[in-house]
């Protein structure tokens, strides 16, 4: 098991920057792909970004590619992203997940921090 909690979210202007946190607890974190998910009101969950048990590559939504990075600390189990150039779009509810060396699909999921950008 892997337990993940997430930090960060609040209310932003446009334009301004956010660092969400996610840290895990559990087993091995440096063992799991990390992904974070939004949630927008009144629409599905969508992957936002996601990088690999050793940090080494990552991958994003074309709509929030060269605005956000995700980056890990294994030293710390602590998964960011650093949002920038926020727009209203990006307000949602932000998930930190957890997916093992190898599985296609997330297994475990925090409970969400709210990030919410007013224009």
């Known amino acids: 098991q892997v337990q993940l909690v997430e930090s960060g979210g609040r209310l932003m202007q446009a334009g301004g920057s956010l660092r969400l946190s996610c840290a895990a607890s559990?087993?091995?974190?440096?063992?799991?792909?990390m992904g974070w998910f939004r949630q927008a009101p009144g629409k599905e969950r969508e992957l936002v970004a996601a990088?690999?048990?050793?940090?080494?590559?990552?991958a994003y939504a074309d709509s929030v590619k060269g605005r956000f990075t995700i980056s890990r600390d294994n030293a710390k189990n602590t998964v960011y992203l650093q949002m920038n150039s926020l727009k209203p779009e990006d307000t949602g509810v932000y998930y930190c997940a957890a997916r093992g060396i190898g599985h296609s699909d997330f297994e475990y999921w925090g409970q969400g921090t709210q990030v919410a950008v007013s224009s």
């Open positions: 559990g087993r091995t974190f440096s063992s799991y792909g």
């Open positions: 990088i690999s048990w050793s940090g080494g590559s990552s």
